[in-house]
């Protein structure tokens, strides 16, 4: 389950909605992110890493990211490349996902694997739409500013869920 957070300008009423998380899809999502990339649709980079660490991982979760150039943000996939650690292997999971869902025979890493057993090799290079100017990835609880105007956004908490 995913959750929809709100962030609402005071001054100048700027807002977005950042949907972050994993939702029910994941395993889904996992592949046909893992698919777009081995077959270049999400740049040189990451085909190569792909080429080059067949057994490599990537982090399909929804973040929020900030514009270095603008100040915009927006919320997508981190796409942060992972290999394996040394004397680590990826274990193909097993109904543990949902028992609900038919994901039996569906390969991905979740993002739990990733963190035991995985270790960064690079961050996918977010480019901004508005400007294009490199996007980098913000923490949920780090301060949120205004693109527009500078003022402190606020934070309207958890607007909605989403699976
Ligand atoms: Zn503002
Ligand atoms: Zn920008």
Known sequence: MGEGKGYICPECGYSFTAMLGIGMRFPYVYRETVSAMKHGELGE??????????????????VMMKCAGCGEYDCRKALTMYVLKEGYAHEVPEGIWSTAMPHEG????????????????????????????????VSDDAAKVCPNCGHELEDEGIAMLWD
Not at 45 to 56: L, R, S, T, V
Not at 108 to 119: A, F, H
Not at 121 to 136: F, R, T
């Open 45 to 62: 980079e990451a085909q190569k890493f792909f080429a080059e660490h067949p057994d490599g991982a990537v982090s399909c979760e929804l």
């Open 106 to 137: 569906l390969d991905y890493v979740s993002p739990d694997e990733i963190k035991v057993s995985y270790t960064k090799y690079a961050e996918y290079p977010h480019k901004c739409e508005a400007c294009g100017g490199d996007m980098q990835i």
